[in-house]
């Protein structure tokens, strides 16, 4: 699976206003607690992928994420892991998959001998994610107002952004919307 999105960072005299304008319509509001793994030299950073663990809702769900075919598109292969307590992050739940191609070949370049590296938690993030589902232009876009904050170690810095998923059509539907936003 591929995604297109684009990502909006708010300033925060801005905020208020940007939330009261994703409100006009009809909204859901979801916690959406992730946790972020890397090998330790960076292997899969090196080549644009991400490993996330995130609890959405009550539910977990391990995502990997490379660069895709064109700019601003990505691979992404979603895991439904269920309910239990925080799982650990397994590179081997995509395998099988253009994602999962990704990661090997991100291994292979850094650590060529590794089967299943040790992967380490770089950063979390705890955000609270109202959404609301837009056309434009022939395109079905999601509109996410995330608000929360990104730690890593003992830093903290607060989230304030506006994300423009496509869900269905052309891409230039979502980026005429990113503009009036």
Request: hydrophobic letters at 40%.
């Amino acid at each position: 699976m591929t995604e297109f999105e684009l990502k909006l960072e708010i300033p925060p005299a801005r905020l208020a206003s940007v939330e009261a304008a994703l409100r006009r319509g009809m909204t859901r509001t979801q916690r959406l607690r992730a946790r972020y793994f890397d090998t330790a030299d960076g292997a899969l950073a090196a080549q644009g992928v991400v490993l996330r663990l995130r609890k959405e809702g009550r539910h977990w769900v391990q995502t990997a994420k490379a660069p895709g075919s064109r700019p601003l598109e990505r691979l992404e292969h979603n895991v439904a892991l269920g309910a239990r307590t925080a799982p650990l992050p397994e590179l081997s739940r995509h395998d099988g998959t253009p994602v999962g191609e990704c990661i090997r070949q991100a291994l292979n370049k850094h650590q060529p001998d590794a089967a299943s590296p040790d992967l380490t938690l770089v950063y979390q993030t705890d955000i609270v994610r109202l959404t609301r589902t837009v056309r434009a232009r022939g395109a079905l876009v999601e509109l996410a107002l995330d608000q929360g904050h990104i730690a890593a170690g003992n830093r903290t810095l607060p989230v304030r952004e506006l994300e423009l998923e496509l869900k269905k059509g052309p891409a230039t539907g979502a980026v005429a919307l990113a503009t009036t936003w």
